[in-house]
């Protein structure tokens, strides 16, 4: 087991990847008690999809979890006041490419030695933040976000499922300050002491929903993809290692005018792989004007 441990360490380290741990799976029972809880609180959004049996592991064909995390760097876009702009999970080529192309040597390897392997980057029904906690990638905070020491929440996750049998990482025995910024920044109060986030009020989830209320219409601001309020008033994410990761193209800082009047081929060439590709313009040019409008009235 050991062996095999250092044989996938090895490839994801000339992969550039520096953040890997093994997790057992099992059936998570504080997972389910987690999940049973969020449903029955209505804070289940429509992109959390899957059954809470399959999230936990009740019944499964895979016995592990390897977990990756890349890291991102924290942007500062205070300079650029008379434009709008996506969050940093959107600077440079998407994140979902970017890990699964790098998990892909890791699959075909497994799959090479004849294992049973499954890659996940967000859009799959299980929960790869917690499978990170498992993994010792990091501990969470009470923005409901791992915090790993080197790199604070900046950082993407990534899993494979396999059936090979490794030695396990175990969760890190650290607890977040408690300083409560998060809780008391969220705009929309989507924090809480609870320690579960209340996702259908939360302001990433917001920009990228397709119909909104009038009172989720006033809370639309500069960010007009995603949200980073939560991480950058977070303590853990001062004086943080860079990453090279994600080199910014641009296009992240967005001119409103130029925006707004962009034939949809134009959009296409210029933000096809850029994480917010998948949502559309027509939902960007929303927020634009959503941010225009609740600026207008202040």
């Given amino acids: 087991m050991k062996k095999l441990n ?23 029972k504080d997972l389910e008690n987690i999940l049973n809880k969020q449903k029955e609180l209505n ?5 959390q999809v899957g ?14 979890a390897i977990v990756i995390g890349l890291p991102y760097n924290k942007v500062d876009f205070k300079d650029e006041k008379d434009k709008v702009y996506l969050s940093s999970v959107s600077v440079g080529k998407d994140y979902h490419l970017v890990l699964k192309d790098k998990l892909k040597f890791i699959y075909d390897y497994l799959i090479d030695n ?8 967000d859009n799959n029904i299980y929960d790869e933040r917690y499978l990170a906690y498992k993994a010792g990638l990091g501990f969470y905070g009470k923005n409901n976000l791992l915090i790993n020491k080197e790199y604070g929440t900046y950082f993407f996750i990534g899993i494979i499922l396999t059936d090979a049998i490794f030695d396990y990482n175990g969760p890190l025995n650290e607890r977040c300050f408690e300083c409560n910024k998060c809780i008391i920044s969220c705009p929309t109060h989507a924090l809480n002491n609870e320690g579960i986030l209340d996702g259908n009020k ?23 993809y995603g949200c980073d309020i939560c991480q950058i008033v977070c303590p853990y994410n001062e004086n943080l290692k860079l990453s090279n990761n994600f080199i910014s193209d641009g296009n992240e800082i967005i001119d409103v ?26 939902i960007i040019d929303r927020n634009i004007k959503l941010y225009i409008n609740n600026k207008l009235k202040k």
Avoid at 43 to 47: N, V
Avoid at 51 to 64: A, W
Avoid at 203 to 224: A, D, G, H
Wanted: proline share 1%.
């Fill in 114 to 121: 004849g294992y049973k392997a499954f890659i996940g980057v």
């Fill in 6 to 28: 250092k044989e996938i360490i090895n490839l994801l380290h000339e992969l550039g990847v520096d953040l890997v741990g093994f997790c057992k799976l099992e059936y998570f």
């Fill in 202 to 224: 939360c302001l990433s989830y917001l920009t990228q929903k397709k119909v909104l209320t009038k009172e989720e219409e006033s809370y639309i601001n500069r960010c007009i």
């Fill in 257 to 282: 005018n130029e925006f707004l009047n962009m034939s949809e081929d134009k959009y296409k060439e210029k933000y096809k792989y850029n994480s917010s590709y998948w949502r559309g313009k027509k």
């Fill in 43 to 47: 804070y289940k959004t429509p992109f």
């Fill in 51 to 64: 059954n809470v049996d399959d999230k936990v592991f009740k019944n499964s064909e895979y016995k592990s």
